[in-house]
């Protein structure tokens, strides 16, 4: 695969993180962007079927099995972890899904070109050189493909704070994302970007579920409301990025 240090790294903390039995204490803050998974689903719905799709930083698969109700025509998964794709393997026989997985790097793929109508992610392109990355998904994409990806932002400072006080939480390499990244992503695809996870965020111990909540409701409509304007979007804590290849 012909792995940098960057990739070895990564490589290590996901082989390490997933050989865990306890999922890590952050996973309670992701109800915060419930609504951008649903935005992220919602846009899968509507595009997957007949398409032939990649898994880019598969983890264990997580999201095939919803994802294989959509109909596509051939679902492929990649990770860098070994541990991560033989349990995503194991849960694919299990559930008796029809996906393709394979211990590969990301920023250098065995894939032919033109190969994918969609590839999709969540959580790791952050974790990418970001550079090498989107110029694997464009060789990769069809004309015309798409990329959909939820990745975190590095713009808040709290957050980043946060994160500054808990470094063994996350891999020492890892970069959520900035504004010179959205750049580089202009340069190379048409993209459309919606944010996530400011008031949700901060209110987050005041609801439960936040597909049956009214207060995840009405805080997620107010954060779409502020981040209208520029001076709210730098307090999101990630986004959602839909992009079409140029």
Partial sequence: MGLTEINIREKDFHNKLQSKEKGRFENIFYKAIFNANRDFFEYLKNNAKDSKILDYGCGIGTFVEKIAKFAPKKIFGIDISEVSIEKAKKNAMELKLEAEYSVDNCE?????????????????????????????????????????????????????????????????????????????????????????GFLTLIFLPFYGSPANSKLFKFLAYTDQFLFKFKLFKVFAWSCLIIAKKR
């Avoid at 890892?174 to 919606?194: A, G, Y």
């Fill in 108 to 196: 250098n793929t065995q894939f032919e070109k033109n190969s994918f109508d969609i590839v999709y992610g969540t959580g790791i392109l952050h974790h990418l050189q970001l550079d090498k990355c989107l110029n694997e998904i464009h060789r990769i994409l069809k004309p015309e493909g798409n990329l959909v990806f939820i990745e975190p932002l590095g713009t808040n400072p709290l957050i980043n704070l946060y994160r500054k006080f808990t470094p063994k939480s996350r891999s020492k390499d890892e970069h959520p994302l900035l504004k010179k990244d959205f750049k580089n992503l202009d340069s190379k695809f048409e993209t459309n970007v919606k944010y996530y």
